[in-house]
């Protein structure tokens, strides 16, 4: 089994519940195909760093999955060519150092819950 993550970016034009049903279809397209899912992370309407099609900003996703087949990368990537909504997409390959850091993350391993302490208080104390 090969780990892959992809990242695209929808249209924000699209309402929240049109982005959502987007989503899910990419979902479903994977899991008919046999692969499993690990995470889909809605990262929500964010700002580009350059225009996409006279757009600045875009509803982002994050999709992990891992499957036998890789023709299934090739299927998804052309469903992101034929969907008017979805402006950019990345698929990569992760390799096990990818994975046990996606898993970390996951867990919520990097996540800083300490008080950040600023500079100025550093010096005073």
Same mark, same amino acid.
């Given at each position: @089994?090969?780990?892959?993550?992809?990242?695209?970016?929808?249209?924000?034009?699209?309402?929240? %519940?049109?982005? #959502?049903? $987007? +989503?899910?279809?990419?979902?479903?397209?994977?899991?008919?195909? #046999?692969?499993?899912?690990?995470? +889909?992370?809605?990262?929500?309407?964010?700002? @580009?760093?350059?225009?996409?099609?006279?757009? &600045? $900003?875009?509803?982002?996703?994050?999709?992990?999955?891992?499957?036998?087949?890789?023709?299934? +990368?090739?299927?998804?990537?052309?469903?992101?060519?034929?969907?008017? &909504?979805? @402006? *950019?997409?990345? $698929?990569?390959?992760? %390799? #096990?150092?990818? +994975?046990?850091?996606?898993?970390? *993350?996951?867990?919520?391993?990097?996540? *800083?819950?300490?008080?950040?302490?600023? *500079?100025?208080?550093?010096?005073?104390?």
């Amino acid at each position: @089994m090969k780990n892959y993550e992809t990242v695209f970016i929808l249209n924000p034009v699209l309402s929240e %519940d049109q982005a #959502k049903d $987007t +989503v899910e279809k990419f979902v479903k397209l994977l899991t008919k195909a #046999k692969a499993e899912v690990i995470n +889909v992370e809605k990262w929500g309407l964010k700002k @580009m760093a350059y225009a996409i099609q006279n757009k &600045s $900003t875009g509803f982002y996703n994050l999709l992990e999955f891992t499957t036998d087949s890789s023709d299934l +990368v090739n299927t998804l990537e052309t469903e992101f060519r034929r969907d008017e &909504s979805v @402006m *950019r997409f990345l $698929t990569i390959a992760l %390799d #096990k150092h990818a +994975v046990v850091y996606n898993a970390r *993350r996951r867990k919520g391993e990097f996540n *800083r819950t300490k008080k950040q302490t600023t *500079r100025k208080e550093e010096v005073a104390a």
